[in-house]
């Protein structure tokens, strides 16, 4: 479907010009909730590195563990 006028610049999942509109005001309106602005304020306190990746547990806490093991969710049983 490369040749699908639905298809534009930044548009991967097809939408019509006017649904794509709403999705990104939605997605905007939604990054901008104060909840989202302290996850993303934390999120860039504990920083990033090339071999860590920020695990998100249940309890809502955050760890920064191994790409590898972050990745590996049947060792947690975390898969559903």
């Not at 920020?54 to 590898?68: C, W, Y």
């Amino acid at each position: 479907m490369r040749n699908s006028p639905l298809k534009a610049f930044a548009n991967s999942q097809g939408l019509s010009p006017t649904a794509l509109k709403a999705k990104r005001d939605r997605d905007l309106a939604a990054a901008k909730t104060p909840a989202r602005q302290m996850k993303k304020a934390q999120n860039q306190r504990i920083g990033q590195s090339p071999d860590k990746d920020i695990h998100h547990k249940s309890d809502g806490s955050t760890a920064k563990i191994s790409t590898a093991s972050n990745r590996n969710v049947w060792k947690r049983n975390e898969r559903t």
